[in-house]
């Protein structure tokens, strides 16, 4: 059953709504987790701009001390939902890892990470970097660069280690992509060995996002991928310079979703519908009138509760620029992206691209046929709730009917060549085409065994 009730005037660039449609929720009262990263904004956004109240949603908002802390919260129910790594349902659903069926029915964000190396690092990869004419530092920079660097450690009898958020997060794999692109071999899984540095020429391991800059200047890992404020906190602190943004590798890759137990869509359509309302709200709002509403969604960000880092850290990245080296400060007005191009909708070619980079590196151990990879995507991407979400919101008046893609089949265009860093395209319907015409990684009918990739 549904009630109706007048809705209060909106102050946004949509027309205010003379009625606004409430759902009969099946729970009100709700907890989402989330990690101190800058993509949690439509979570913090929702919640302060009270979209959330607006849904009847009494909701809390608790930072997390870790990937799998969160996601155990998510299973066992401690949380209702979470800001996720888009690699976390797709992972549990399969059977990697922690067993448990996620679903998203919001993809939160694109774009948003970047690479950084330590000063070390930097100064030596740094002389054979290619210029512009103004003498500036030529992007994107290709880890070819990093191979004599890693060569002079392997020399000296040292390991070349990086960091990365977790084995399933986009983070490892936007890390493998770059290394792969330039040469590198950044390391394989297997069942029986799951580092991920079988045969590795760079050491990957986990590191929680907002221990990366501390960990750095340690001097345990001489690099890392991690999201937003961590990379421009080490440009703010000195010890890092970050050499590519995720935005350069992949121009508007698919980044963090927002998760939910299938058993919570199943026993709470409503609430879950009433979720996705707010969070669509949350999105339209950071990117509305050419992300005019960021500054303010910095400060929100900026407080303890949510990320906590300084406002001109933050603001680095989350106002349209990106700083490299320390005062080589740059327009990247993609750099965060959270409503254009139509990034919330849940791209069912977002999620096979996930899981070819866990077959790409071992992860799923065996080759699968090209249906398996869109039956999963199809069991946890959910744009068919998104949309009846978006629909109410276009029929409150509170979003715009051109903003959503309504007859997508779920498959983005075919990315490509020139927006990836190898200029090798991508196609979500055929991902073992795709697959196979990667130089670096596992082939149909390979397998790990052992240290040596057979077949």
């Known amino acids: 059953m549904k009630k109706l009730i007048f809705a209060l005037a909106a102050t946004t660039a949509l027309t205010s709504p003379a009625l606004a449609e409430m759902l009969d929720l099946e729970k009100d009262v709700l907890t989402f987790g989330f990690i101190k990263l800058t993509d949690m904004a439509p979570l913090a956004v929702a919640y302060e701009q009270g979209f959330f109240d607006d849904e009847g949603l009494f909701v809390t908002l608790e930072a997390q001390a870790n990937w799998k802390v969160l996601l155990d919260g998510v299973i066992d129910g401690t949380l209702d939902g979470a800001h996720m790594l888009a690699g976390q349902p797709l992972a549990a659903t399969i059977g990697y890892g922690t067993e448990a069926h996620i679903i998203t029915p919001f993809s939160m964000d694109l774009n948003g990470n970047a690479i950084t190396v330590s000063n070390e690092v930097w100064d030596m990869m740094k002389p054979s970097l290619p210029v512009t004419d103004s003498g500036e530092i030529q992007h994107p920079i290709s880890a070819s660069h990093l191979q004599p660097v890693i060569n002079s450690f392997k020399d000296e009898g040292k390991p070349f280690n990086m960091g990365m958020v977790f084995p399933v997060s986009t983070h490892n794999y936007e890390l493998r992509y770059w290394l792969a692109a330039g040469g590198i071999n950044p390391g394989y899984y297997s069942p029986q060995n799951v580092t991920g540095q079988i045969d590795a020429d760079v050491f990957l391991s986990v590191t929680p996002p907002p221990q990366m800059p501390s960990t750095l200047e340690a001097g345990t890992i001489n690099g890392y991928c991690v999201g937003e404020p961590w990379n421009q906190q080490a440009v703010a602190k000195g010890i890092g310079v970050p050499v590519i ?119 799923i151990a065996e080759a699968k046929p090209d249906s398996w990879y869109d039956e999963v995507a199809k069991s946890v991407y959910k744009p068919e709730i998104y949309l009846e979400a978006a629909r109410l919101l276009v029929k409150e008046g509170r979003a715009n009917e051109a903003d959503f893609p309504w007859d997508s089949d779920g498959y983005k265009a075919p990315t490509p060549a020139a927006d990836i860093i190898d200029a090798i395209p991508y196609d979500g319907a055929a991902p073992n085409a795709y697959l196979d015409s990667l130089p670096i990684g596992l082939k149909a009918g390979q397998t790990v065994v052992g240290t040596e990739v057979q077949g």
Request: zero cysteines; glycine letters at 4%.
């Open 245 to 363: 943004t995720d935005y350069e590798l992949w121009k508007n890759n698919p980044e963090k979703v927002f998760g939910i137990t299938q058993e919570f869509a199943e026993q709470n359509p409503n609430t879950t519908l009433a979720l996705v309302k707010a969070l669509i709200r949350a999105a339209i709002w950071l990117d509305e009138n050419d992300n005019a509403n960021r500054p303010e969604a910095v400060e929100i960000l900026s407080r303890p509760e949510y990320v906590g880092a300084d406002y001109d850290v933050i603001a680095n990245s989350m106002t349209g620029t990106f700083e490299y080296e320390r005062g080589d400060t740059r327009a990247v007005p993609d750099f965060n992206v959270f409503f254009r191009h139509h990034a919330t909708y849940p791209y069912y070619s977002d999620a096979v691209w996930y899981l070819t980079q866990m077959r790409r590196w071992g992860q």
